[in-house]
């Protein structure tokens, strides 16, 4: 499924956090949302997982406005793992991921088979399975990242919304959750701060600042050192993966 | 998705007992089905022994009082009164005793402890706050300031021996009613919010409360006024029973049916939206439930203290934070504990009765930190 932002703009407490962004997702696309702190990335994205309502303009899900479905029903096709997340309560591991069936549901009807396993696989897939009858709130900041995407996986979406999700994580787990979202079908919407992981995992970059749209294209085409300099306001040198031939920026202090 | 998605297409970054252990997950779903129903067993075996428990907590409290009436008799009368049998006229007043006067009363203790119970899990999921208990929105002391009318000034006096329960009923309601309008923001109806106008409004109540007794005419205005929100089952009568009962089962109902929802409470706003809950909308809907329930025990046994702060705890410490699980229990530990409560407030300074509040208090709080610093229990990190 695609996700279209049209001409979305957000107010909220006298602030305009975002302004006319307009960017289109391909199905099965992985789009990364790049730019300084502030920019409106957050904003954008919880315009798309429903904890924000546009002031103008619309979120698309397969050029349908998500505010006429009904919340459940946009959650069973989008999944997201938001940036901040609390719970005070020590739920296990296994019943955080099971809470993904959630908009698939109504009431507390009991999970079927077909659904255990389908929290199984998410489970396997965010390499949280030894830990499925751990407290959560015993976690590590990486482990819990890695429970809150096997709980989107569980969810089954179609597309998946990360803000900021190799926070707390681990190299290894960084390279293989990003992995993951390349070789799946399902379509990506990223907001990341690290532009070299981005750069090698998203098919398009869009760099946001001030609210609106800076750029938007393939990594080649965004991670320029004039448009950075934009942007960030800072100078990378910019070189090309031996391998992939993909850009990556370094930085001198 | 299948699972040949989700297996990385290069394996240099793999290990290989990485890649087996992604092979097998097909076969291990299998495993983790029986662990499922085991826990769902373990559950089953608790709840009934839990209710064994409760029958035999009810009943010892109908034949222990301060006037002595022997097991068998107690027996002989229920089943009669059960049974529609008969009872010589000479067992008239032990008769009159336990079916008239101590059976609602038990009956409404266990109902109590568990509505309290309940309704203390429903108000820390939607407060989002460990030390919420269900008068913490200010229900409690809007109730004192209905009943502290009528025991000064004989508000609602055409209503005879109701007229305590229904001022403290409206008292709760108003109370509730203005916290919520007070608490309603842009933003939707946030914990914090929630908690802080409660807590103030309380304060406010209470000095209204203070001020009503003050410039009572009865001189003993205020002791009545104060044992009464202590918590007291004494005006327990057959006739206010089925309400408070009615109530309470069908609130555990509602909430045991939509107890994902409140799991999903607990992980935030934010998450609860990408799950495609409305966090506001529910947390609404909780706190009209809560203030209801909350508001007929309060009318049927005053506020009755650390019962809907505790028992939460206690049963998730027990069973895990799954509401489903809390919720079942819940109620049949809230039962059991308010049931042997009353019955210590009436049996240790008999013929003199104990405030509920200060035995729920006095056996509750050290019971309370002995458990929570013996097991690793977390609620709110580390």
């Known amino acids: 499924m695609s996700i279209t932002l049209d001409d979305l703009s957000v107010h909220l407490a006298g602030a305009e956090l975002v302004r006319d962004l307009n960017i289109e997702t391909a199905e099965g696309e992985v789009l990364g949302l790049v730019g300084p702190n502030g920019s409106g990335k957050s904003t954008a994205l919880r315009c798309v997982y429903r904890a924000l309502r546009p002031s103008r303009g619309a979120v698309l899900l397969d050029g349908a406005d998500i505010s006429t479905l009904a919340t459940r029903e946009s959650a069973r096709h989008i999944a997201a793992v938001p940036q901040e997340s609390s719970n005070d309560l020590d739920f296990t591991v296994a019943e955080i991921v099971e809470l993904g069936r959630f908009p698939h549901h109504r009431g507390n009807q009991p999970l079927t088979i077909e659904e255990r396993a389908v929290c199984e696989e998410a489970m396997h897939r965010a390499d949280v399975v030894h830990l499925a009858d751990r407290g959560v709130l015993s976690l590590s900041g990486g482990e819990r990242q890695r429970v809150l995407l096997a709980r989107a996986f569980a969810q089954q979406p179609r597309v998946l919304v990360l803000d900021e999700p190799t926070n707390h994580l681990d190299i290894h787990h960084q390279i293989q959750l990003l992995r993951q979202l390349r070789t799946d079908s399902t379509t990506g919407l990223i907001a990341m701060h690290d532009l070299n992981l981005a750069a090698a995992t998203c098919d398009r970059l869009a760099v946001l600042a001030n609210g609106m749209v800076l750029h938007i294209g393939t990594p080649t085409e965004v991670l320029t050192p004039e448009l950075i300099n934009e942007a960030f306001g800072v100078a990378p040198s910019i070189v090309r993966h031996p391998r992939t031939g993909i850009p990556q920026l370094h930085y001198d202090i | ?382």
């Open chain 2, 1 to 382: 998705m299948t699972t040949s998605d989700t297996q990385p297409t290069s394996d240099t970054q793999s290990s290989p007992d990485r890649q087996a252990s992604l092979d097998q997950a097909p076969t291990s779903d299998n495993q983790s089905i029986p662990s499922a129903s085991r826990r769902e067993k373990s559950l089953l075996t608790t709840v009934l022994s839990l209710v064994v428990v409760l029958a035999i907590s009810t009943l010892v409290g109908i034949t222990l009082g301060p006037a002595p009436v022997p097991l068998p008799d107690t027996v002989r009368y229920l089943a009669a009164a059960i049974t529609g049998g008969t009872i010589d006229a000479a067992d008239a007043s032990g008769y009159s005793i336990i079916w008239q006067v101590r059976t609602p009363r038990v009956l409404l203790a266990a109902v109590v402890g568990a509505g309290l119970s309940v309704v203390g899990v429903a108000i820390q999921a939607t407060v989002r706050n460990a030390l919420a208990d269900p008068f913490i929105l200010g229900v409690s002391s809007g109730a004192s300031v209905g009943a502290s009318a009528v025991v000064s000034f004989g508000l609602f006096a055409g209503l005879g021996v109701y007229a305590l329960s229904t001022a403290a009923l409206l008292g709760a309601l108003g109370a509730s009613a203005l916290v919520y309008l007070a608490a309603r923001g842009k933003s939707g109806l946030t914990p914090l919010r929630l908690v802080l106008t409660g807590v103030a409004l309380a304060y406010g109540f209470q000095s209204l409360m203070s001020a009503i007794v003050f410039f009572a005419p009865f001189s003993d205005s205020a002791r009545t006024v104060l044992f009464w929100l202590m918590g007291s089952l004494g005006s327990a009568t057959w006739s206010g029973l089925p309400l408070a009962a009615a109530t309470v089962v069908l609130a555990t109902g509602l909430l045991l049916w939509n107890s994902r929802s409140l799991d999903v409470l607990a992980l935030g706003d934010e998450t609860a939206a990408g799950l495609g809950m409305d966090a506001t909308a529910v947390r609404k809907r909780l706190f009209l439930l809560t203030a209801i329930v909350t508001g007929c025990l309060v009318a049927v046994s005053g506020a009755v203290g650390f019962v809907g702060l505790v028992i939460p705890h206690l049963v998730r410490l027990l069973v895990g934070a799954n509401h489903r699980r809390v919720l079942t229990i819940a109620p049949l530990i809230g039962a059991i504990f308010l049931v042997w409560v009353d019955l210590a407030s009436r049996t240790l300074f008999a013929p003199r009765e104990l405030p509920l509040g200060v035995i729920t208090a006095l056996i509750g709080v050290p019971v309370f930190i002995i458990l929570l610093r013996r097991r690793g229990y977390l609620f709110g990190g580390r």
